[in-house]
């Protein structure tokens, strides 16, 4: 028979209580258990010394006889002194996952297409305002011509 200290869940609908509790690790979660050894209020503040308390005597007695405690509970053992616990260390913690990183992938993707789109649409329209080239003769025939047909306008206002 395996033996594991946890946690069995009591309290009311949104108003957890649990008790630490040495069971057949194959017996339910709120099912029948061998010994209470501890109470656990989550609702308390984590300062509060009321929100774990253990029989430590008797932990150690169910550890020493090969009781396992759960994740949970090895945590409370630990904040408690009774059995320390090896930090977990997941490197991979962090990580986004495989669709994620396909996700941001085509993200970036279209972002960069659509700034070269925008870069094209740019020059074309850069090229397309600034036309043809003129010659520089050319320019320089123009501009008197302009200059006559501003100064003819007035006088023939002037004139109606």
């Known amino acids: 028979m395996s033996v594991a200290l946890r946690l069995s869940r009591g309290g009311s609908k949104k108003r957890p209580y649990y008790k630490v509790v040495v069971s057949n690790s194959r017996s339910p979660r709120d099912g029948k258990y061998l010994e209470q050894v501890g109470t656990y209020n989550p ?19 169910w550890l020493g006889v090969g009781a396992q405690p ?57 090229a397309a305002a600034a036309g043809p080239a003129p010659e520089p003769e050319a320019a320089a025939e123009e501009a008197p011509a302009q200059e006559e047909s501003a100064e003819a306008a007035p006088a023939e206002q002037a004139e109606g």
Do not use: C, Q, S, W
């Not at 308390?44 to 774990?52: P, Q, W």
């Not at 994620?100 to 659509?114: F, G, N």
């Open 43 to 61: 609702l308390l503040a984590k300062d509060d010394e009321n929100r774990v308390r253990l029989i430590e005597d008797r932990v150690r007695y």
């Open 70 to 126: 759960t994740d949970r509970v090895a945590r409370m053992l630990d904040k408690a002194g009774i059995k320390e616990r090896v930090a977990t260390h997941n490197p991979n913690a962090g990580e986004p996952g495989k669709k994620a990183k396909e996700r941001a992938e085509d993200k970036a993707k279209k972002i960069t297409d659509a700034e070269e789109a925008a870069r094209e649409a740019a020059e074309a329209a850069a």
